[in-house]
């Protein structure tokens, strides 16, 4: 991961607002509440998390995890001290599964780990391996080749499948804690590839973000998106005008936000969710 800079954490000196007008909390997991694919807590979180609860804020955590489906994640995260139920989290897996369906798309060449492949087979979905489908669904593959990308890209371009991409992160810390290419990076490749343009499902998708305001029956401006990703994660939620907290505890450190028109930064900088004041 991406560390901090020492001269940041000697100083210290990141504005701790006081968050008013906050009633519902959208959560980001890696590098939010757990520090990498280790799934290590980051310090505090697991209380934080505990005293949103009992405050009787609204919260979900929002994630684009791709090799995990939903009901796993939920108990991997409990097995850290996370007081967690399956109402508190909306992942980009449902999302896709729902969409395909919506779309009555059958037949699917995934790129992605076993656990994906899985849970769209347990949604009746046909998961082929070659390129006679009419989508290509791409999740984080860690053992990604050429034979891959050459059956996603025919299948795109031979047999017009449509491009669905669970998000468009950039990067992300994997289990060793180093930063790899993630699934963004990949959909960019069968984009150029292809011509066509990927569906983005997970965060930042604007429609993603509007349906877990409207389960949670809340308005954008009383909600407060928490990610250590402010390129993506952020800056798709302050699209919808929702207030945004970037968090160093994750794969970014604050030079990051340089790159980043001034319109499109972060309310709020913290160190970890752990200092947002409930
Ligand atoms: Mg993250």
Redesign the pocket.
């Known amino acids: 991961m991406t560390t901090i800079p020492e001269r940041t954490r000697r100083t210290g000196k990141m504005p701790v607002p006081p968050i008013s007008m906050i009633s519902c909390f959208l959560i980001?997991?890696?590098?939010?509440i757990v520090k990498d694919k280790s799934y290590a807590p980051v310090e505090g979180a697991a209380e934080w998390l505990k005293k949103v609860k009992s405050s009787g804020e609204k919260f979900s955590l929002v994630s684009n995890n791709t090799t995990h489906p939903p009901e796993e994640l939920l108990s991997l995260l409990k097995s850290q001290g996370f007081d967690l139920e399956a109402q508190n989290l909306d992942t980009c897996m449902q999302v896709t599964g729902e969409w395909l369906k919506k779309k009555k798309i059958q037949s699917c060449f995934v790129l992605g780990n076993q656990a994906l492949k899985k849970y769209l087979e347990e949604q009746e979905f046909e998961v082929r391996e070659d390129s006679l489908v009419q989508s290509v669904v791409a999740g984080l593959d860690e053992e990604l080749n050429f034979q891959k990308l050459k059956t996603a890209t025919r299948a795109l371009v031979e047999n017009n499948a449509r491009l669905v991409a669970l998000h468009a992160n950039k990067i992300y810390g994997d289990s060793k804690g180093e930063i790899a290419p993630s699934v963004g990076a990949v959909v960019k490749a069968l984009e150029y590839a292809s011509g066509k343009r990927g569906l983005i499902m997970g965060k930042p998708s604007i429609d993603f973000y509007r349906n877990v305001l409207r389960r949670l029956e809340t308005k954008p401006e009383n909600s407060l998106m928490i990610?250590?990703?402010p390129l993506s994660d952020l800056v798709g939620a302050k699209k919808l005008k929702i207030k945004t907290a970037f968090v160093l505890s994750?794969k970014y450190d604050q030079s990051i936000l340089k790159s980043l028109d001034k319109k499109k930064r972060p309310d709020y900088v913290y160190e970890s969710i752990a200092q947002i004041k409930i």
């Open positions: 980001d997991i890696e590098g939010t990610s250590d990703d994750g």
